[in-house]
Nanobody, 121 residues
Framework: QVQVVESGGGLVQPGGSLRLSCAAS????????MGWQRQAPGKQREMVAG???????QYADSVKGRFTSWRDNANNTAYLQMNNLQPNDTAVYYC???????????????WGQGTQVTVSS
């Protein structure tokens, strides 16, 4: 019943910027983590950014210094700001939420359907 919806993808020229949003809704009692992965054409799915703990987000080496992620706990929404985009960033970007539906529920992992980011001239 919990849904995760990504938005903000699209076509951008090299050097441009995009901001992705990930809105989670449904029976969410607490969130352990929200984050982002991506899958580029011909490549394996990889971690982009996530917040596995309260200390802050972790980033893949390929996006450090260009991407920034954060979470709005009040709205159960995660964001990914992507700057200085390059063709190699072209991929489908997926958001996940790792959460509990109640204080006694087992943790669950739900993925969104993804949003396409295309970086091209």
């Amino acid at each position: 019943q919990v849904q995760v919806v990504e938005s903000g993808g699209g076509l951008v020229q090299p050097g441009g910027s995009l901001r992705l949003s990930c809105a989670a809704s449904g029976s969410i009692f607490s969130i352990f983590s929200m984050g982002w992965q991506r899958q580029a054409p011909g490549k394996q799915r990889e971690m982009v950014a996530g917040a596995p703990h309260a200390a802050g987000s972790q980033y893949a080496d390929s996006v450090k210094g260009r991407f920034t992620s954060w979470r709005d706990n009040a709205n159960n929404t995660a964001y990914l700001q992507m700057n200085n985009l390059q063709p190699n960033d072209t991929a489908v970007y997926y958001c996940y939420i790792y959460f509990k539906k109640s204080v006694t529920s087992a943790p669950e992992l739900v993925w969104g359907q993804g949003t396409q980011v295309t970086v091209s001239s």
